[in-house]
């Protein structure tokens, strides 16, 4: 079914259409191809395991336990009033989106060769078919959030209507990013060893098992102006602070922000000036 779809796909060049962003009608267009690569992608995903869809639960639980671990037993960090474990797993929901997106868009259009060198289609779809299929993993933290909240019998604050933002801004983070990488790689493929400790990093100066006070308090105020060019700082601080509330996030976090949008719209931008030679490089 695939092969005829592809088949059936023809690209319609104007030449004088110069955009600087890639062309989101078109990627409209092609939403059948967009589902298919991403429902591909989530079966391959779990193929020939022994425990299966099961890796989605392990793979946060055990993260999850190594950070508290770490950060609560060896380095004794304190969370206030917030629990050490669900203080983590709510940094580690976001992070987890993220990352999956960081590791597995910097490959994407390279595994997709055999595709790109044959027919035309719009190439944004394949790193965003890896965002979708991340949100498993991100639906499946949120899935732990919930029930160690419910354990420890901790209410949501008033604040929680905002979580749905500070996500979307995570997924706008994650989107740029793998956009970018998805580009990158292609013509350099040192990324290829690059990502991966980019999100072993990522995950030790982001705010995902301790507060942000706990780097404040090291770091300094200019230095921390430093510390919220991570793009997730301040989406996991605004994340956590929505749920359990407590002390509203400094406007630091904005910096965060003003990354997140720099990111998604350069990724963009660069991701459409190389898209017509990706068939060239791969």
Known sequence: MLGLLLQTVKKIIDANSKTIFPDFKEILRYKDLFLTLSW??????????TVGFLWAFIQPVVTLLI?????????????????HLL?????????????????????SI???QGMIKKIYFPRLIVPLSKAVVGLI?????LIILIVLMIYYGVVPSTNIWMAPIFIAIGMIAALGV???????????RDFQHIVPFMVQLGLYITPVAYPVTEASDRLGTTAMAFYYLNPMAG??????????GGTPPGNMMYISFGVVFIIFITGLIYFKKVEDQMADFV
């Open 67 to 83: 950070l508290s671990l770490v950060f609560k037993t060896f380095a004794n960090v304190q969370t206030g009033e917030i629990p």
């Open 235 to 244: 989406v996991v601080q605004g994340f956590r602070w929505s749920i359990f």
């Open 87 to 107: 203080f983590t797993i709510s940094g580690l929901s976001v992070w987890t989106y993220f990352s999956f997106v960081m590791s597995n868009s910097g490959n």
């Open 137 to 141: 993993d991100f639906g499946i933290t």
């Open 110 to 112: 390279i595994q997709s």
């Open 40 to 49: 591909r992608d989530f079966r391959v995903r779990y193929a020939q395991t």
């Open 178 to 188: 793998g956009v970018w990488l998805s580009a990158l790689t292609v013509r350099f």
